[in-house]
């Protein structure tokens, strides 16, 4: 059967830490999922569309990377599209105690999906969202933050 990984995320924006852990997972299953996630309560810098846009246009070489936007829980979507594992990056201690928590719920609502975390390398544990989307609001120069093809 078809090793099927989504990765969940806000990607507001996608960053190169994103990117890295999107590659090793490659590595580990047939089909990774990159799935947008739609939070009506929370506020983005960009609109799904252009995190859409921007996510495809990177990834537009690598038939084996699919990128969707959900709104539902992330186990039904995986549920939806056939995926047995939801891929999760750790750049911390800190990043580890919140995805844990997130883990244990996703667990007790289906048992059957496995999460899978992976480590980001030293030079990419310093890179969040957080801080790509100071740097472009304040005119600066993003390009070492964001994959290669990242274009807003
Ligand atoms: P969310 O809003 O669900 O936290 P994000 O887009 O911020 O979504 O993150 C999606 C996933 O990517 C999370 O597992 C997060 O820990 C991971 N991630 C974010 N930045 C990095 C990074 N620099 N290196 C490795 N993983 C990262």
Redesign the pocket.
Known sequence: MEKIAL??????PI????E??IKKGLGLFDKVVIGV?VNAGKKTLFSVEDRLRIISEIFKDEPRIVIMQYQSLTVDFCKKIHAGFIL????SGL?FEY?QSIAFANKELDEHIETVFLL?SPS??????TIVRDIIVNNGDYSKFVPKGFKI
């Not at 960053?15 to 994103?18: F, L, Q, R």
């Not at 990419?124 to 969202?129: A, F, P, R, T, V």
């Open positions: 990765f969940p995320g806000s990607f507001d960053t190169k830490g994103h890295e852990i996630g999760r990056g750790l750049r990043d995805e980001s990419y544990s310093n890179i969040s969202s």
